[in-house]
């Protein structure tokens, strides 16, 4: 069974039962920490609060707690659209690994997930990048590719290739050989406020079942109470976009390359296919014919359609179960009837599966973030403390501290996280967040080939920008991505 075979099976229609006996009969994967043949909310629950971790012994074997060394690391931070509980668990984490690793002279610098990928590379250009970085899950096979990374695998820091996703380690997978472990993974759901969803003559408790649904949800929404219906985001160069628009394109069938299939090649462009097309269709009509979307989609990202939510000014969005932390805390900022308003929103929020195609495929991005270690020679200063660098990533890695960097929007990267007493605190205190866990086993990762985080963060939004503002029409925006993406492939520019 392939790396991501046991997801991949479930969306074929295939037992999860019988998913799991392909997977626990494979070759190239031992048993994992957790039982995926059960995974549910209900199992995910049973399970939490199961173990214990002792993090500074663990990684301890890895490193000495008491090894003198120094450590540059750039990673994605907290961005404005995060709630603060986030913020509180980074503080945390750099006090903690200072004090486990007193001797280690740690020197982090946070950047935005739009600035990060680009400031990155020209610092490799100029051989004056850090020892250690954390990539988004798009990231790493493109510097890997490129002959930037070392060979990196969790055995290298103390853990199993088993502890963590098949379909997180095979985004940093290379020509067979591995080069960065998984911090955490992210799926979303489908968000909607039951109050707007009732005024509009709309089941309040009941999500739209399929992509076709959220296009008339929206512009009935829209033309019953005068505000948006769907939170559209066309950003270009912002990882939002093709978060958000990939999985309407998997599930009306179409994709970039064969990504959504069982077993990818990435050898044959899609996204000019009818399928393709009638997702971007899909868009087109809600922006352009309906007008039942923001008419700041163009720039907006999701931290935009935060407050347009919270103002009871947008009926449905794509996001994490985040967002709910996100609502209370924009809620602290409001008074008087916005405050009402706020309330309001709050009460009403709900989270549903990201809705189907026509057919019936359900597909999410699996995301998520990886950790990696650069070669030395492109490194500011020629050298990469070894031992710091696995320290650092030990700990980030930790069933504890996944879990912990991820508490608010995402799932822990090592399945042991799901075992950790902070996992059965926040299935307690963050609500909706099983809905988002459930949503695992429909993720897709994006293409594992290094012209990914071009063709994601510039093409797929130009695609959408071409089609909505009219400069072009929906077959020729197609048409005009696939050729792009062409000469990419080919070695070219855009």
């Not at 610098?109 to 954390?134: C, E």
């Not at 406020?193 to 992509?211: I, Q, S």
């Not at 080939?449 to 009219?470: C, H, K, S, W």
Request: with cysteine; aromatic share 10%; proline share 6%.
């Amino acid at each position: 069974m392939t790396s991501f075979g046991f997801n991949r099976a479930i969306r074929r229609g295939v037992s999860t039962a019988a998913a799991a006996a392909m997977l626990m009969s494979s070759t190239a994967f031992a048993a994992p920490p957790v039982d995926l043949s059960k995974w549910s909310p209900e199992y995910v629950r049973s399970i939490a609060g199961t173990k214990d971790f002792d993090t500074a012994a663990d990684c301890g074997k890895v490193t000495p707690l008491d090894y003198k060394g120094r450590l540059t690391f750039w990673y994605q931070g907290v961005f404005e659209g995060d709630p603060d509980l986030l913020r509180q668990y980074y503080k945390d984490f750099f006090a903690a690994f200072r004090k486990t690793y007193p001797n280690i002279d740690l020197q982090e610098q946070a950047l935005t997930y739009n600035d990060l990928l680009d400031k990155f590379r020209t610092a490799l250009l100029g051989n004056a990048g850090p020892m250690v970085v954390r990539l988004q899950i798009l990231g790493g096979v493109e510097f890997a590719a490129k002959g930037y990374l070392q060979e990196l695998k969790p055995e290298d820091v103390g853990y199993s290739t088993e502890d963590f996703w098949p379909g997180a380690m095979k985004s940093n997978m290379w020509k067979g050989k591995t080069y960065g472990v998984p911090t955490n993974n992210e799926t979303m759901a489908l968000i909607w406020n039951a109050d707007v969803f009732k005024r509009a003559g709309l089941d309040p408790d009941k999500a739209p079942a399929t992509w076709d649904d959220v296009v008339k949800y929206s512009k009935q929404i829209h033309d019953k109470l005068g505000i948006a219906g769907y939170g559209l985001v066309a950003r270009k160069n912002a990882g939002n976009t093709p978060y958000r628009f990939l999985p309407q394109l998997w599930a009306y069938g179409g994709g970039v390359f064969d990504e959504a299939s069982p077993n990818p090649n990435y050898s044959k462009i899609q996204l000019n296919s009818p399928a393709s097309k009638k997702a971007l269709q899909a868009s087109y009509d809600m922006y352009v014919r309906d007008k039942s979307v923001p008419v700041s989609a163009l720039t907006n990202q999701q931290a935009d359609n935060q407050p347009l939510f919270l103002a009871g000014q947008l009926g449905m969005m794509i996001s994490h179960p985040s967002d709910y932390d996100v609502m209370q805390d924009l809620k602290k900022k409001a008074t008087g009837s916005d405050l009402q308003k706020a309330e309001t929103v709050i009460e009403n929020m709900r989270y549903g599966l990201i809705p189907t195609g026509p057919d019936g495929k359900r597909a999410v991005v699996f995301g998520g973030s990886n950790m990696h270690i650069l070669k030395p020679e492109y490194v500011d200063g020629g050298k990469v403390d070894q031992a710091a660098a696995k320290a650092l990533i030990c700990f980030w890695t930790s069933p504890e501290w996944s879990l912990k960097m991820a508490y608010a929007g995402s799932n822990p990267g090592n399945l042991n996280g799901f075992k950790t007493k902070w996992m059965k605190e926040r299935l307690d205190k963050i609500k909706f967040l099983d809905v988002t866990t459930s949503m695992l086993p429909y993720g897709i990762p994006f293409p594992t080939i290094p012209e990914t985080p071009e063709i994601m963060n510039i093409v797929v939004p130009d695609m959408l920008q071409n089609a909505l503002t009219g400069s072009m029409t929906v077959d020729q925006a197609a048409e005009d991505a696939t050729k792009k993406i062409q000469n990419i492939m080919s070695g070219g520019k855009l």
